[in-house]
């Protein structure tokens, strides 16, 4: 058995597609998203990931505003930043690129950004949202597997989900969105992680496994099920290039659908940051 390549970069082109459209839809209306890109310091990664977001947003009408700021700016400046584009009517949505530097809190630049224009869904109010069901701005990665998976037609309705990580970013959210009572969802969901005994034992009984490890090549062939569907979220620099927290080549030979690195998960991502800032756009302007 060879797995079915799940293609990220088609579905979200599509997904982008329908971007343009809501944004044109809202600028015959005088509207016009925005979105804010904070960065604190100069990680070459980060610049890399904003630029690519900046491009995105371009290629879909909406506008964007980078602001960079020195490594060693305080955290009460970079409040102040948020607090300036709270305020400013041309921005919908804003990201605080992480990481930022030790000295300034996560936590407090996310609570910083306003509740409607937290696109990355990282503040409290919405992460509380979210997982009640009734979030209108769902974490990216996360909201980005899940419309890859359903897009794909794979319904994980009744379907066992192995969730291999358990980050704030991807894993303790994309098992709550799952594990909910939505058309989109009723999945069963496990979560593994750092202390879990014999992983390998828990990602064979899934139907959907879903690798958000942090480590290059964390699960390999002989831990999937045969026909399993495996979403890859990882992405690690080594000396062979860039690769995923699965051994790829040793899944696809067991797995039913896979999604490869580079090429799956993350267009998806950058793809939801654009619905999430023309949902923001829109419910900003419903309100007005």
Do not use: W
Request: hydrophobic share 45%.
């Amino acid at each position: 058995m060879t797995a079915t390549i799940i293609d990220g970069k088609a579905v979200a082109s599509q997904v982008r597609a329908e971007v343009a459209e809501r944004v044109r839809a809202l600028q015959a209306r005088g509207v016009n998203p925005g979105l804010a890109a904070v960065l604190v310091g100069d990680d070459p990664a980060s610049h890399i990931y904003v630029g690519s977001k900046q491009k995105a947003c371009a290629e879909a009408g909406i506008y964007s505003e980078r602001v960079e700021l020195p490594a060693g700016t305080s955290q009460a400046k970079v409040i102040e930043e948020i607090e300036r584009l709270n305020a400013d009517p041309r921005i919908s949505g804003m990201i605080v690129q992480l990481p930022v530097p030790e000295h300034i809190s996560e936590l407090a630049v996310q609570m910083a950004v306003a509740p409607e224009k937290d696109v990355d869904c990282l503040g409290p109010t919405n992460v509380g949202l979210m997982a009640r069901g009734r979030g209108l701005l769902l974490p990216a990665t996360p909201y980005g597997i899940v419309e890859l998976l359903v897009r794909s037609g794979i319904d994980p309705q009744g379907q066992h989900v192995v969730v291999v990580g358990r980050s704030g970013l991807v894993g303790m959210p994309l098992a709550i969105m799952l594990a909910q009572k939505s058309p989109r969802a009723n999945a069963t969901v496990t979560i593994c992680h750092t202390r879990t005994r014999d992983i390998s034992a828990h990602t064979r009984q899934a139907d959907i496994l879903v690798v958000a490890a942090g480590r290059p090549r964390a699960v390999t062939g002989d831990m999937v099920r045969p026909g399993a569907v495996v979403v890859d979220v990882g992405i690690n620099r080594t000396e062979d290039g860039i690769v995923g927290d699965v051994a790829f080549d040793e899944a696809r030979e067991v797995a039913g659908a896979i999604t490869p690195v580079p090429g799956g998960v993350g267009p998806m991502t950058v793809a939801m940051l654009l619905v999430n800032t023309v949902a923001a756009a829109e419910a900003q302007a419903a309100a007005r």
